[in-house]
């Protein structure tokens, strides 16, 4: 397997990150989208709001020192959610499996670690259950660019895994 790693999030990787929340099999796929992927200046106004939250915690995924994602906790209504986002051309490789692994292992972040997944993406939804997340419910959400959807997010939680720091 290739070897997959966790970074800081650097400037140089807000471009391919772009590119990659562009994809429009990607964004079908995701649970929670912007309302137009391709709105480049929205799109630099948010990382730059993530990226400042001192309750974030946001890395770069790269497979052979190369960047092909990003991964990252943040507070949302009090609750801490876990987030990922992996280039397509790198589906179904274990680098969203084991970018979670390292996540839990080696980043400190309050427990429990909610997720939320479309119901329909059956990939992130194995990924979150092979990291020890279980079903907690469903909830009508809106993705695909902002339209609601007939599918429903899932949220799950990890909450028996300890972090790595104790």
Do not use: H
Not at 63 to 74: E, H, L, P, Q, W
Not at 89 to 98: D, I, M
């Amino acid at each position: 397997m290739a070897d997959v790693q966790l970074r800081m999030l650097q400037d140089e990787d807000l471009d391919p990150l772009f590119e990659m929340m562009r994809d429009p099999v990607a964004v079908k796929m995701a649970a929670f989208t912007p309302p137009d992927p391709d709105d480049r200046a929205a799109f630099d106004r948010r990382q730059a709001r993530v990226r400042a939250w001192p309750e974030a915690e946001n890395r770069a995924v790269t497979v052979d020192g190369r960047f092909v994602g990003t991964i990252a906790s943040f507070l949302m209504e009090g609750d801490t959610e876990i987030t990922y986002w992996i280039d397509r051309r790198w589906w179904g490789q274990g680098v969203a499996s084991r970018a979670v692994s390292l996540f839990l292992s080696e980043v400190a972040v309050k427990r429990p670690l909610l997720a939320r997944a479309a119901s329909d993406n059956a990939g992130s939804l194995a990924v979150l259950r092979k990291a020890g997340f279980r079903e907690l419910g469903r909830a009508v959400g809106f993705a695909d660019a902002g339209k609601p959807r007939s599918r429903r997010p899932s949220s799950a939680s990890n909450e028996e895994i300890p972090t790595a720091r104790g």
